[in-house]
């Protein structure tokens, strides 16, 4: 089980994100990260989120137990991806170039864009998305700030 310590909600990023302000986005979060036993066990977890009838869905990742990636569902219904990176192999989302399997073919941001979905990941490093459309992998929360409440 993992422990963390309460704190007032931290102030907004410069980059607004509703998404990953969502309390069942962070609590999904939350579980990913205790799933690979906060970061440690080399595995990733996470989820999608999936447009609903009335609204969006958490769906969660099978787990996979791979060490360092995770084959994923996507559908036509979602609309984008969140998992852990385990500690020590970047919070930012991977690329062609640079990935565990050390293949042009992966990489967080090669699913993304041919999906055409957003890719989220987090861990100790804080919360970083890459937006398919422009391009950009941006960091939206340091550290652990992206368990915690945003502000309104």
């Not at 994100?17 to 036993?37: F, N, Q, S």
């Not at 640079?98 to 804080?126: R, S």
Request: hydrophobic share 35%; aromatic share 6%.
């Amino acid at each position: 089980m993992s422990c963390r310590p309460v704190r007032a909600p931290v102030p907004p990023t410069p980059v607004a994100d509703t998404l990953a302000c969502r309390p069942d986005v962070i609590k999904a979060m939350v579980g990913a990260w205790i799933e690979t036993g906060d970061g440690t066990s080399g595995a990733e977890a996470g989820f999608r989120i999936d447009v609903g009838t009335k609204d969006l869905k958490v769906v969660p990742h099978e787990h996979t137990n791979e060490q360092g990636s995770l084959t994923t569902v996507i559908t036509i219904l979602t609309t984008a991806e969140f998992h852990v990176h385990p500690k020590g192999t970047g919070g930012a989302p991977s690329t062609p170039e640079n990935n565990i399997l050390g293949d042009p073919n992966h990489g967080d941001t090669k699913v993304a864009d041919d999906a055409k979905i957003d890719i989220y990941t987090f861990n100790e490093q804080g919360l970083f998305v890459y937006r398919w459309d422009t391009k950009q992998i941006i960091k939206l929360r340091d550290g652990f700030d992206w368990q915690n409440p945003c502000h309104p």
